[in-house]
């Protein structure tokens, strides 16, 4: 009796140690676990910001298309077209430096 009781009790003990190795030192360990959280809340914090932008833009694209002003100022700004009696001005954009008075 007393050979089979330390015999199932070494077997048990084995048991927990397997199961604890693999628990904090294998593949699917706890940091690991931790660490997947930790980047799971990351993206979703992204996926939110990404919507957030998402929506936004379809609000310009929608009022872009139902709109002749938005049509008109991409006309004017990205394409230089103006009115038959407008004149077309444009300003360069110089790089000046700071000049100290010596």
Excluded at 41 to 63: C, G, P, R, S
């Amino acid at each position: 009796m007393n050979k089979i009781y330390y015999l199932v009790l070494a077997v048990l003990i084995l048991i927990i140690v397997f199961l604890s190795k693999s628990i904090f030192f294998g593949e699917n360990n706890y940091s690991k676990r931790a660490k997947l959280i930790e980047e799971n809340k990351m993206q979703k914090i992204m996926n939110e910001e990404l919507q957030k932008h998402n929506e936004i833009l379809e609000f310009e694209i929608k009022n872009a298309q139902n709109s002749n002003d938005h049509i008109e100022n991409f006309a004017r700004e990205k394409l230089n077209l103006t009115y038959e009696k407008e004149e077309f001005i444009s300003f360069k954009q110089e790089n000046n430096k700071d000049v100290k008075d010596e």
